[in-house]
């Protein structure tokens, strides 16, 4: 299957209320965020943001260094048309994250629903070793996958469960965590959906 074309196909066809990733209130990606105690002028990275309403709360917050990345050119045309001049400083990407460069340095680098669609090693190790490249000593990762709690498919695709530990060991030994948290995620279709969400750091190297 070619990804790219599946995720073109989901944005051309589907509308927000039509996809169960769909989320009005990124609050807990929001908390993780400012719990990093970034400022403002920090150079953040949405991983697999498409749509996603958490750039919109960003720019609101004062944020001023936001690159989107999505796959599917369709899902951050529909975010440009939505959020207009608002964002006229954003940086978008689209991109395949396994294929993903980067001359940026990020402080954040934030992913919820996109790590768990990698469900071979191959991919997996080179979304780390992308991460790892392309954030700064002092940078920080938050991640949210679907949980060993929640669904075992997404949009028609296999996904990669997780459980805190799980976490742990993919991103050890370069990345250390600092907090964890569980969220029921209700879709636009009043089901459930049961994510874990983690917060890493920098391991510093100590000489």
Request: hydrophobic share 35%.
């Amino acid at each position: 299957m070619d990804k790219q074309l599946h995720w073109e196909t989901i944005y051309h066809e589907k509308q927000p209320n039509e996809v169960s990733w769909t989320q009005s209130n990124p609050s807990l990606s929001l908390k993780l965020i400012q719990n990093t105690q970034k400022p403002k002028s920090a150079k953040i990275i949405d991983v697999g943001g498409g749509e996603s309403l958490l750039v919109d709360y960003l720019l609101d917050f004062g944020f001023e260094n936001i690159t989107i990345l999505d796959i599917s050119k369709n899902a951050l045309d529909r975010c440009k048309n939505r959020i207009r001049n608002k964002g006229k400083n954003l940086k978008w990407v689209v991109s395949d994250i396994t294929e993903f460069h980067s001359e940026t340095s990020f402080e954040i680098w934030h992913d919820r629903a996109v790590f768990h669609f990698l469900t071979d090693p191959t991919s997996i190790a080179k979304y780390k070793s992308i991460l790892l490249k392309s954030l700064n000593p002092d940078g920080e990762f938050i991640i949210g996958t679907f949980s060993t709690d929640g669904p075992k498919k997404c949009s028609g695709l296999e996904i990669k469960q997780y459980t805190e530990k799980s976490l742990i060991e993919s991103f050890s030994p370069e990345l250390e965590p600092v907090e964890f948290h569980r969220e029921d995620h209700i879709t636009p279709f009043n089901t459930i959906q049961n994510f874990v969400f983690g917060r890493f750091k920098m391991k510093k190297i100590v000489c």
